[in-house]
């Protein structure tokens, strides 16, 4: 949808600026919704399509589009907890058949256990909201267990399993967690040693978000407290792409990760 407006607005030769005026938003809002950062509702994309001249079968094709992705997110729901740019991301990873990611500091949502992201949210964000918050990290799991899984790939730092969030209870039960899931056949989790020295995501945990449907490109996003960012230009999702590969180069393979997890598990024990 993103793609699509922005290439509909080039087509018209209307700037952002002009777009955004006509429209009735600011250009950082319209800016934000074309590079799929916020999602846009379905009056809005209305206005879109009116404004950018298209009409007809097209136009309500995508006008369908909007609502119903408005009306089968189940993570709506938890929108008084989740700021809308992480709804948006939550509803790219629903719908996702793959998803490869690099994390640096914590154990990725999707492997998280209930205490383990209970005392991240804590450390995080506070108090406040959190067991809705916690609740909604459990849901986005279902990712993994339902009837087509998502195919996940983790690379993870050495240093998250050496770090004792939450002590050593809640730290030996997320390794174990961790080690379980490991074992199943769409999940390859990988540790990056801390022997293995420098690498090139030093500064950049990531998730790669790829699509069944061939005319859905795959999507980057990036985020931290306050934002999120997708990118999906062909040259920079290929430069993350050759980025993954590269550190599950470098990361110990699937089943000494595993064994790797168990040792740590132990540790905490």
């Not at 009056?43 to 909007?66: F, N, Q």
């Not at 978000?209 to 062909?234: K, R």
């Amino acid at each position: 949808m993103a793609r699509e407006l922005r290439q509909l607005r080039e087509c018209a030769g209307m700037t952002l600026d002009v777009a955004a005026r006509q429209l009735d938003m600011s250009k950082s809002n319209l800016s934000r919704i074309e590079n799929a950062q916020i999602g846009i509702k379905p009056r809005d994309v209305r206005a879109a399509l009116a404004l950018y001249e298209v009409t007809g079968v097209d136009a309500e094709a995508l006008i369908e589009i909007a609502r119903g992705a408005q009306q089968r997110g189940w993570w709506q729901k938890y929108s008084d907890v989740l700021p809308e740019w992480f709804e948006f991301y939550v509803g790219l990873e629903a719908e996702a058949a793959t998803l490869r990611t690099y994390e640096a500091e914590a154990v990725p949502g999707l492997l998280q256990t209930e205490a383990y992201a209970r005392e991240i949210y804590r450390i995080t964000a506070g108090e406040d909201g959190i067991e809705r918050k916690v609740a909604a990290r459990l849901r986005r799991q279902d990712v993994l267990h339902r009837e087509s899984p998502v195919q996940l790939s983790v690379v993870l730092n050495e240093a998250v399993l050496l770090r004792p969030v939450g002590g050593t209870a809640v730290m030996a039960d997320q390794l174990t967690h961790m080690t379980r899931l490991a074992q199943l056949p769409n999940v390859a989790i990988q540790v990056l040693p801390l022997g293995a020295g420098g690498h090139p995501a030093m500064s950049t945990p990531y998730v790669i978000l790829g699509f069944a449907e061939a005319a859905d490109a795959s999507v980057v996003y990036l985020d931290n407290l306050t934002m999120g960012l997708a990118l999906e230009d062909v040259a920079q999702v290929q430069r993350y792409s050759l980025l993954h590969e590269e550190l599950c180069r470098m990361a110990l393979d699937p089943a000494a990760s595993l064994a790797r997890l168990a040792e740590a598990s132990r540790n905490f024990a």
